[in-house]
C-alpha cells in the first residue's frame, strides 16, 4: 500500500478546514475561503488550498496515493468566500466549460466606501489590464485588447461610514468588481489598489463571494450555495441609520 504523500494537518488546522467545507460530494467541494488564502500555486511558494484540501481529503478518507483536486475557477488573494473545486477529472472538465460559457452564477458582497447612485443598476464596460502592474482599467468605449465587463448590483444596506452592495457577475474579467465599483466612486474597504484609502486590518478586502449557482457536472440538477462571510455578522448588528 502506498503510504501517505502529503503533509499531516495539525487538530486545529483539520477541524478548521472541516468547518469550511460547505457543500461536498463525490465529484465536487465548495470551500469558504477566508481572505489571504491563495486557491491554486503562484510564484510566493504559500500553498495553495488546492494541496491543503489534498492534504485534508487523504488525511480524512485514509487515502493512500494521489488525491484529485481540481481549480475550477479563481478568487483573488484578498477576497474571500465561495470557490468551487472539481474531486474529479469529468467534474473539472465539465465546470470548466459551464465557467467558460457564463452558466455559472456568481453573487458577491462588498463593503464600499460611499454610496452608490443609482442604488441598483448594471455597469458596462471595456476592462483592459496592466499586467505590470497587476490592475485592469475601464472605459466607456472599446479599444484594443479591451473585453466587455458587465455586472449587476444594489444597495443592500446603508451604515454610518460604508454602504453593503450585492454584486452579480455577469463576465468575469481580472479584477472585475473591485475595478468597475471604484469607477463608479465606490471603492471597496481596505482595497488600496482601487482607491480606498485606508488597509484592512487582515490584509484583505472587504468582498466575498456569498453565492455560487451551477448545473452540477453529473446529476445534471441545480446547485445552490451559500457561504457565511464577516459581512453577515456586520447586517444582523447595524441598523439603519
Avoid at 144 to 166: F, H, M, N, Q, S
Wanted: proline content about 5%; some cysteine.
Amino acid at each position: 500500500m502506498s503510504e501517505n504523500i502529503y503533509r499531516q494537518l495539525s487538530r486545529e488546522e483539520f477541524e478548521d478546514i472541516a468547518s469550511r467545507i460547505v457543500y461536498e460530494d463525490n465529484h465536487i467541494l465548495v470551500f469558504n475561503k477566508r481572505t489571504g488564502e491563495i486557491v491554486q500555486g503562484d510564484k510566493t511558494g504559500d500553498e495553495p488550498l488546492s494541496e491543503t484540501l489534498k492534504a485534508f481529503i487523504a488525511m480524512r478518507d485514509s487515502k493512500p496515493g494521489h488525491v484529485f483536486m481540481g481549480v475550477t475557477h479563481r478568487l483573488d488573494r484578498p477576497v474571500g468566500g465561495a470557490v468551487v473545486f472539481a474531486k474529479t477529472s469529468k467534474a473539472l472538465e465539465r465546470l470548466n466549460e459551464a465557467f467558460r460559457k457564463g452558466e455559472v452564477r456568481k453573487s458577491y458582497w462588498a463593503m464600499v466606501c460611499a454610496c452608490p447612485s443609482p442604488e441598483s443598476g448594471e455597469l458596462s464596460g471595456w476592462m483592459l489590464r496592466n499586467e505590470k502592474q497587476n490592475k485592469s482599467y475601464v472605459y466607456p468605449s472599446e479599444r484594443p485588447g479591451a473585453k466587455l465587463a458587465k455586472l449587476r448590483y444594489r444597495l443592500l444596506k446603508p451604515t454610518d461610514r460604508y454602504w453593503i452592495v450585492e454584486v452579480e457577475l455577469l463576465t468575469g474579467r481580472h479584477h472585475q468588481i473591485r475595478c468597475q465599483l471604484a469607477d463608479m466612486g465606490c471603492p471597496i474597504k481596505g482595497d488600496l489598489k482601487y482607491g480606498a484609502q485606508r488597509s484592512n486590518k487582515d490584509g484583505g478586502i472587504s468582498l466575498y463571494a456569498k453565492r455560487v449557482e451551477f448545473v452540477h457536472p453529473v446529476r445534471k440538477e441545480q446547485v445552490t450555495v451559500e457561504v457565511p462571510t464577516p459581512l453577515d455578522v456586520f447586517l444582523s448588528k447595524c441598523a439603519f441609520s
